[in-house]
Nanobody, 118 residues
Framework: QVQLVESGGGLVQPGGSLSLSCAAS????????MGWYRQAPGKQRELVAT???????NYADSVKGRFTVSRDNAKNTVSLQMNNLKPEDTAVYSC????????????WGQGTQVTVSS
């Protein structure tokens, strides 16, 4: 059974930092591309960052220079370090996994709320 479990969300003031983590089980983690998505109320889900099995990273323009995605294959975890947070970063953040031969993200976590507010 595949499980992706996020942690680390919460309330932070503008300009602050948060680190999200996603623990994966039931997949060959080191072969998977991992992604972070977010969805704000009333908005479509958007891709925030991805990291491939070769540790190649991609970011949405809105978070470049502020967010960093990383992975630990020994612990089957992927992390998202978020710095200089803005109110518009408020959303439910979910991690996702895409298999080596897949074209879409197949597995999803339940999400964790990030709220940026003073």
């Amino acid at each position: 059974q595949v499980q992706l479990v996020e942690s680390g969300g919460g309330l932070v003031q503008p300009g602050g930092s948060l680190s999200l983590s996603c623990a994966a089980s039931g997949i060959g983690f080191r072969f998977y591309t991992m992604g972070w998505y977010r969805q704000a109320p009333g908005k479509q889900r958007e891709l925030v960052a991805t990291i491939s099995s070769f540790r190649v990273t991609n970011y949405a323009d809105s978070v470049k220079g502020r967010f960093t995605v990383s992975r630990d294959n020994a612990k089957n975890t992927v992390s998202l370090q978020m710095n200089n947070l803005k109110p518009e970063d408020t959303a439910v953040y979910s991690c996702a996994a895409r298999g080596p031969s897949a074209t879409t993200f197949d597995y999803w976590g339940q999400g964790t709320q990030v709220t940026v507010s003073s």
